[in-house]
C-alpha cells in the first residue's frame, strides 16, 4: 500500500535504575519490511501510522518523562542511506502507559498490526499521534538503489530493545510500502558504569612513583555506604589490563570527595576497602609513557556481583630516583641537598659551589610549572643555606632546582601540613 508519508510511532521508556525497574520492561511491534521511494539529496519522514506499538509487559506503569529519555543507535548496511529515529510527540496530554497496556499509531486498514497484542493486554489505539518518528535519507551524491538494513538499538535505562528494518530503496518520488510487522522483547541492557573512590598508596600524600622500581604498588577501593566492597567480583578488577597479585579486605582508607591529585586526610573510617596490590612492572606498563615530574592517572575497573561496571581514578607523581648529594669533583655545585624544616614546615635548601657563579634557585610543581625564585644573584664559592618557607603552596610534590654557570641540579620534596 502507498502513501506519501506512513508512519512511525512506538511509545518508548527508560526504566529507573532502582531495583523496581527491573521489573518494568517492554515490549514493540514494529516494521520490520518496506519499500521506500526517495528523491535524490532528500529523504521520507514516516509519520502518521504503521509503525510502532509499546506494550508495558512489566508491573509498573511506564510516564511520560521516561519516555522522553530513550536513546537511539542506528547502523546502516549502506553507508550513503541513513535512517534517523526522534520524539515527535504531538499530544499536551501524554497518558501514562499502564501495566498489560499496549498503545499505538495502527491505521484502520493495517489493523493487523494490533493482532500482536496478546490475550489479555489492552489494546488503545491512538492514530494520528506518534511519538518515535524515523527519517529514512540519502546523501546528494548517492546513486545507490537497492536492499538496505538497519541495526537499531533503543536504550531505555536498563533495558534495550534491539530490531532490524529491511529496506529496498529506490530512486523517484516519495513512497513507502508497508510490508511487514513482527514483535521485539524487549531485554535488559548493560547497566551504567558507577564511580567508585580509589586510593593509590594509602596513608601517602601525594602518590610518587618511580617507574624504574621494582617490587608492588598498594591500591585501595574505597568502600562507603553506597558501595560494599565485598559485592566486587575479583576476578574482573584490572588496572588497564593487569589484575592484582595479592587483594584482601581491610579498613585502610577513608572515604572522600574525589578529586584525584590532591591530597586527602589520612586514617581509615571503619568501612572495609578492597586492598589491592599491583606489581610496579604492571602499573608502569599501565602508565604507558611517562617522564619524572609530571602526573599521571590511573583507572580501575571491574565489576560488581549483579554486573555493573565500575570504575576509579587516581593520579601517581612520576618521580625519578635522586641524584647522591657528592657530585663529580669538576662540578660547578659540588653538593645540594633539601630537607624538612620544622620550624617552618617548610624546606632548607644546603648547596655548596666550587666557584663563584650566578645562581638561580628556584621551585617548580610536579607538574613541572615554575612557581616562584629563592634565589638570583651573584655568589661566592663555599657552602650556603636558604629557607623556603612554602606560604601559600599545598601539600604535595615540589622540585628544587639550581642552576650556575650552565650546570643545573634538581632535589625532590615533599611538603607536608
Known sequence: MNSLARSAAALLA????????????????????????LCNGCGITLAGCDFGVLVNTGSAPITEAEIRTARFTVVSSESTITLF?????????????????????????????????LPGEVFENIQGNQFVAFNISRFNDSAYEGPVTFDCTMDMG???????????????????????????QSVPGPPPTITAQLDIKPGECPNSFNPKSNGVVPFALVGSTTLNVRDVQLASVRLGRFAPVRTSYEDVARAFSPTPCDC??????????????????????ALGATGPGGTAFLTLTGLLANGTPFEARDCVAIVSPPPPDSLPGDSTITSMAVVRDPSSNGARVDYTLAQDGMVDLSVYDVTGRYLESLMRAPQQRGPHQLQWRAEGHRPGVYF????????????RFVLLR
Open 85 to 117: 529515529p526522534f520524539l515527535n510527540i504531538y499530544s499536551s496530554v501524554f497518558p501514562t502507559l499502564e501495566p498489560g497496556h499496549a498503545r499505538g499509531a495502527v491505521c484502520f486498514e493495517n489493523a493487523f498490526l494490533s493482532s500482536f497484542v
Open 400 to 411: 628544587v632546582r639550581l642552576s650556575v654557570g650552565g650546570q643545573i641540579q634538581m632535589r
Open 158 to 184: 536498563s533495558f534495550r530493545a534491539t530490531f532490524r528494518i529491511e529496506a529496498t530503496v529506490h530512486l523517484g518520488q516519495h513512497n513507502l510500502i508497508f510490508q511487514h510487522g513482527a514483535r521485539v
Open 14 to 37: 527508560v526504566l529507573v535504575a532502582a531495583p523496581s525497574a527491573l521489573a518494568a520492561p517492554y515490549d514493540l511491534i514494529y516494521t520490520d519490511r518496506m519499500d521506500v521511494t
Open 264 to 285: 586527602i586526610a589520612t586514617g581509615i573510617d571503619g568501612v572495609e576497602d578492597l586492598a589491592l596490590k599491583f606489581s610496579s612492572e604492571d602499573v608502569n606498563a
